[in-house]
C-alpha cells in the first residue's frame, strides 16, 4: 500500500553560512502567507498541478516559496484577499520591484497594497491582467520608484476587485518581491518571518547568515527568558554550528516561539543578533479529503491509498455529500458478526502528538436513512504496542438522520495508547456486543487535531476575553471601562442646514437640496433608526450622488459628515463607506471613509484633503468590534483646515461616535478640493455590508452639541449598550455588579479536555 505523509512540505530559504551574498538585493518568492481572507470560509478554488479548474487549493503551499509546478494558481473572488510576508525588507532598485503572474488576458482587477508587521498599509497601485480573451498568463510588474510609504515593507497584501475571466476572479499562479539579502552584520531575513502566526509545527527554521560569519549560535524557547543574555543555547545540534538552519523538532500548536542567532566571525568575536518570535498555528487540518482523485480531479491519488479499507469496506471521495469544500470521504460499511468494518491510516513514520499538544479530534461526519443504529461508530488509535478506541457518545440515531454532525473525540480516553508515537489511526463501524450483521454509508469531512482549547460552552461567567481563563487580562478590561454606561446625555445646539441628506425612506433623494443619488448594484431599504435605511451588499453596491463636483464646489475649508451605520461581518474587511472620485493607480480620494477593514476588529480611515495623503489622514484601530457592527452607531467625521489650534498650528480632523470624540489629528490643513464625484455604500476599498441611515454632508466643521443633536433628534440622549464585553451583568454600565461575577470565578481554568 503506498503511503502518503501527513507531514507539510516544508519549503525554506536558506544559504551556506560564510558564503558572502552575491548581491545586495534578489527576487524572492514569499516565506509566508500571513493572512487569508475568505469571508464565506468556503473553499479557495485554483489550477491544479496539472492546471485543471476547478481544484481546491491550499494558497500557502501555492503561493509559499516556488510554485509547486508552472501551471498552478488561486482563484480570488471580488473582496477576497492574501497578504504575503516576505523575509526580508522590500526595497526600490533600478526596474520592477514587485513581479506577479495571472492566469490569463480577461482583464482581472486587484489592488496591491504593501504592508509590514504591524499593520501599517501602502496603496502601491493596480495590478491588470491582459485583456486579448486568451488563456496566456499575464507577467505584471510594479516599480517602487516614487513610492514612500512612510515604514519599512515586508508583505504584500494582494485584493480581488472583480470577477472577470474564466475561473472567475484574480488567478495568481506566483509573486515575487526585490528584497534586501545581504551585507548586513547580523544574522537577518529569518524564516518564518518574525511576528509570523500559523506556522505548521514542523517548521524548519533558517536565516541569512552576516558577511563576516563562520558559525552560529541559535537560541529557542517557548519563553523570553530562554533567547535574553546569559541564557543557554540549544543543545541539538551542538553550538556553535554550521549551518544556517535549525530545526527544532514537533512544535506544540497555538505556542509562541522565541528564537536568536549570534553569529560567530572568523576571529572568535560575537555579534548578537535580534530576537525574533513566531507562533504556531492553534489547530491542524490532518485531512479535509480534498486532494483525492474523484469525478472531477481525476488525476489526483486514490483515497483508499491512504484511509485503506478493511473487510467489506469500500472508501471513495464524492461531491455530492460534503461538510465544506469540494469533497468528503464516502464510506461504505458492512460488519459481520463481530468482524468490525473499518479504514486505517498508517503514516510512513510515527506521529508525535503528544509533542504538538494534542488533545483531542474533531471529525464531522454524516450518516444517512437506513444505516443500523444498533451500530457503534469508533475512532481508533494505535501505537506499535497498544490500540485503542473511542466510541461516539452521542444518540444512535445520529448515524441515520443524515444531518452533518461535529465528533469531538477526547484522546484523554485512549488508555494505554502512546500518543508521542502513534502508528495509525482509523474510523470502525463495529457491531453490538453479542454481535450481528449490519451495513450502509457514512460520509466524513475535516479531520483536525487540537490542543486543550477553550470552547464556548465552557466559558466561565467573568472570562471577558474569551480564552476560558478568569485572570489579570479580564481585569484590565474591567478597569479600562470602569463606570461606562450606555445611556449618556450631551448638551446640544441645533446645527445649520445640511447641504445634502440623504433619510433614505425608501429612495436615495436629497431631503436638503438638488443632490439626489442613483442606487445601483442591488441598494434595497428596510426599517433603519429614523424609518428606513439602505442596505449595500458589495462592491457594485452603491448610491452615486448626482452634481457631486457642484455640491463639493461649495466646501473648502471645513466638512462634516455624519450617519448612523449598522455593519456586518458576512464580508466586512473591505468597508468602504463614502468615497469621492478616484482612479486605481492614477489618483486616490480626497474624501473616503472605511469603517472595520481589514482583520476584524478592524481599522477606520477618514481621508480629507488635497492633494490625497498622510498630512490629510485620520486612521487607526477599533478597540470592539461593537463599535461598526452588529448594532447601530452614530459616527460624525469632521475636518476644518484653517481653525488655529495652537502657536503656528493649524487645521483639525476629528471623529465621533455616539457623541464622544473618538479620535483627533491636530495639524491638517490640506484644503478640500478635487472632488468631481461621490458615492455612498463603495469605493476606495471595496464594497460596505450593512445599512446607513440619516447620511448628511455639512459643509462647516460641526461642534460636539451640533453633533449631538443631529444624531439623537435635537434631544442629547444616546441609550445604547456599552462597546465592552466587561458589562457582565448587562445593565449598560460597567461597575462593582460586573466585578462581583468576575471575582467568582477569579483564576478559574476552563479548558477542554
Known sequence: MRKVCLGVLLLVLTRGAGIPALARTQFEYPAHLAHTYNPLDDCLLGMSLQGFFPRPVDPARWLVGPPPSPITGVSLPPEYWLEFWFRGPIVDEAGPDIKLKEQGQRGEIALVFLTDRHGREYFLGLARAGSDGTNTPTNIEMDLAGHEPGFIPTGIRLVSLDDGGGSPGFDIMNIQARIEVGDQAVAANPVPPDGAGNVPPQQVLSWTASDLAVRHIVYFGMDPADVRPGASPVSDPPQPQDANTYDPGVLRLGQRYFWRVDEVDGFGSIRRGAVWSFETAGRWIVDDFEFYSSATNPEDPYIGFTWAPYWYTHVTTTTQDVYRCGTSMEMRFLYDGSVPSKVTVTPPAPLNWEAMGVRSVDLFFRGQAGNPTEAIMCFFVGDDVHGAAVPYGGSPEDLADGQWRLWRIDLGLLAGVNLSAVTCYGISLEPPPGGGFGSGTMYFDDFTLYPARCLESRRPAGDIDGDCIVDYADLREITGNWLAHGRRVYPVAQPSAPLAW????????????????????????????????????????????????????????????????????????????????????????????????????????????????????????????????????????VKDSQVIVGPGVRGVMRVYLNGALYAENIGSATEIAGVTGFEIGSGWYGGYHGLLDDFRIYGYALSAAEIAYVATAGSGIFDQEVYSPADLSEDAKISFQDLAIMGQDWLVRSLWP
Open 502 to 637: 440623504y433619510r433614505f425612506d425608501g429612495d436615495a433623494r436629497d431631503s436638503a437640496g438638488i443632490w439626489h443619488g442613483t442606487a445601483s448594484g442591488g441598494v434595497s431599504f428596510e426599517p433603519g433608526v429614523y424609518g428606513q435605511a439602505a442596505r449595500f451588499d458589495g462592491f457594485e453596491s452603491r448610491v452615486d450622488i448626482g452634481g457631486a463636483a457642484q455640491l463639493f464646489s461649495q466646501i473648502d475649508r471645513a466638512i462634516t459628515i455624519a450617519f448612523w451605520q449598522y455593519g456586518e461581518t458576512s464580508t466586512y474587511h473591505l468597508n468602504t463607506l463614502c468615497c469621492s472620485n478616484y482612479e486605481h493607480g492614477v489618483s486616490n480620494p480626497s474624501v473616503a471613509i472605511t469603517l472595520g477593514c481589514w482583520i476584524a476588529p478592524g481599522r477606520y480611515r477618514w481621508d480629507c484633503g488635497y492633494p490625497p495623503g498622510p498630512q490629510g489622514r485620520l486612521a487607526g484601530e477599533h478597540p470592539y468590534l461593537s463599535q461598526w457592527a452588529h448594532r447601530w452607531n452614530h459616527w460624525a467625521f
